[in-house]
């Protein structure tokens, strides 16, 4: 019995000790590995697997983002300042536009020639570093001119001096409100807005009415060369006046006599079409009735030729003062008009301008 019961103590402490031997086998294994948490530099630890890759892919998609974040960043950085630009360019034009067409409507009763409006702003003014680049120039002149093309009468006119150019898009005198298609050193080529000449009632002989001013589409080309500029433009009128076609042509070439001081010496051409001629020196029959002029109508031609002198002065670095002094002469069929009266005319123009 003995024996027996001591064979079955032994046996019944067999599956005591298996246990524990099992659970601290279980707790070394469970201690090996954690220890690549608690000790990653031992070489005992073990090897994460696909935590370790998980966490490098997410660094890389971290950086990954973080440079596309940056790209798209700098983008709208550039676009903005792209619209800024152009929205600067559209308000400098915008703000120059009520002055232009003052001024327009004044030079549309008053027959200026495109030789002395291209000599009215002080685009010469600048130094040859600047010449071509942005530019906002203002100014008061006053012109002295026939009324009217082949006029007796004459009329003192004050004179808005404009010349501005931001990027691609400019105002001035001679060529309007418009833009630079192309333009280099050499060639630029542009479209524009212009008014269109015209003349009073009071200023024409009685019973030949006004010619209302009008607005026309501009486009020229013009070269330099040599130290020389030729300018091709041509206009058709959309709106009032006469509603033809003008065509001008000048050659001008600029004399720095010191850095302070600036001769252009120009000449120049006009050419117009049937419609224009007729409308500006025409006598209809109902005119005729009205004046007692003859009737009369003009064919396409050569309207006159032109030569001028400019002279500009730079007082200091930002103001400048100058003079053009200038003759035209009808030509072909428009000179035996009967509302001419003198067939060469001079004029005079003075200004003084400010370099923003």
Known sequence: MRSSAGCTALHGSEP???????????????????????????????DPGPREISSSSMEAVSR????????????????????TKTMSCGAAVIMAVPPFLWS??????TEIPAEAEAAVPVQLERSGSEEGGDHFSIGVGAAYMPVYQGAEKYRFQPLPAIDIQVGRFF?????????NLFDSESVTVGVGLTPADGYRKKDAPPGIGKLSMGLGGRGFVKLRQFGLEATL??????????KGVLVDASLSYPVMISEKLTLNPSI????????HNNRYFGVTSQQSVASGLPQFRAGSGFIDAKADLALRYRLTDRIGVGVVGGVTTLLGDVKDSPIVKRKTQPYGIAFVSYNF
Do not use: C
């Open 64 to 83: 990954r983002s973080a440079g596309t974040e940056l790209t798209e960043t700098t983008n709208v950085v550039r676009l903005f300042m792209n619209f």
């Open 16 to 46: 005591s000790v298996s246990g524990s031997r099992k659970r601290a086998s279980a707790a070394r294994k469970s201690k090996k590995s954690m220890s690549w948490l608690t000790h990653p530099g031992r070489s005992d630890a073990r």
């Open 171 to 179: 105002v001035n005198f001679q060529d309007g409100i418009g833009a």
């Open 268 to 275: 120049g051409t006009t050419y117009g079409d049937r419609k």
């Open 233 to 242: 433009g041509g206009t058709k009128i959309l709106t009032g006046s006469t």
């Open 104 to 109: 327009g409507a004044a030079l549309a009763q």
